[in-house]
């Protein structure tokens, strides 16, 4: 009987001990959504600026492009002194918002469309920090408080929130994979049912791959490039990760695997 009931106990511990090894090499995300930039009437310009440069160097993704000077252009350090000067009529201020959330309206000399309406993945406050932050690279900061709470009055007074759910997170609660594709601003760069980007593979092109390497390719979009697409290598922001919960993920791999994305 004894050794019945040691031969039960090791299938017991062997399970756990393999189930326990399993957990541990999957990816692990952050179920909790990012901090959210709270910044009132009264915030000053190097409260605006510092905010904004954690956005800028995190949940805003920008240096995948930016600072490499192929992609996109450098803001960098001279942004500041040359924004006022794009478009005849446009204050910096006013140019550098319009880049943020209609970057299609002007677009550099030199350079393709490719950077997403950053308002579907960023809060208003968010938004208005970025654009202090490069108006300090090299100018002077116009961006204020007022500009914040403004655009959270003109969201109450909607009823609609102006980031596409983006203060909650960027997919904010989305279980609908098409929901969170449209709130990540995923077709900016990829194709999918409704039309879409070509600076990345079609969503389409995921079907049968790996859920393994799907997940990888969202939390990690350096590690691997797609074939064809080598000359946008690094475009895709490393920050999806802080943007989903691990069940939307999971929601979205099993969306792409599927084929669903065609």
């Not at 957990?23 to 310009?45: F, H, K, M, W, Y």
């Not at 691997?224 to 290598?233: I, L, N, R």
């Not at 939307?248 to 994305?261: F, H, K, M, T």
Request: overall charge negative; charged content about 15%; proline content about 6%.
């Amino acid at each position: 009987m004894w050794r019945t009931n040691l031969t039960v106990a090791l299938i017991v511990l062997g399970t756990l001990g393999l189930y326990t090894a399993v957990a541990n090499v999957i990816p692990q995300v952050e179920s909790a959504v990012p901090e959210e930039v709270t910044l009132g009437a009264d915030a000053t310009p190097e409260q605006l600026v510092a905010a904004g440069d954690q956005v800028f160097h995190g949940a805003g993704g920008c240096t995948a492009c930016h600072g490499l000077g192929t992609r996109a252009p450098d803001l960098l350090g001279s942004i500041g002194t040359r924004c006022a000067e794009r478009e005849p009529g446009k204050s910096c201020k006013q140019y550098l918002h319009e880049s943020l959330v209609d970057p299609t309206a002007y677009v550099v000399e030199g350079f393709q469309p490719i950077m997403p309406d950053m308002s579907r993945t960023l809060s208003d406050a968010q938004i208005w920090s970025a654009v202090a932050y490069l108006e300090s690279q090299g100018g002077e900061v116009t961006v204020t408080g007022a500009d914040v709470t403004a655009a959270a009055a003109d969201e109450g007074a909607t009823g609609e929130a102006a980031g596409g759910g983006a203060g909650a997170g960027g997919a904010a609660g989305e279980t609908d994979p098409r929901a969170i594709i449209q709130a990540l601003g995923c077709t900016a760069c990829h194709a999918g049912p409704d039309g879409g980007g070509g600076v990345g593979p079609p969503l389409s092109a995921m079907a049968g791959l790996e859920p393994d390497y799907i997940r990888r390719s969202i939390l990690e979009p350096a590690a691997d490039t797609a074939k064809g697409f080598e000359a946008m290598a690094g475009t895709m922001p490393p920050t999806f990760g802080d943007q989903l919960t691990a069940h939307q993920l999971e929601i979205l791999v099993a969306y792409l695997a599927g084929g669903e994305g065609r």
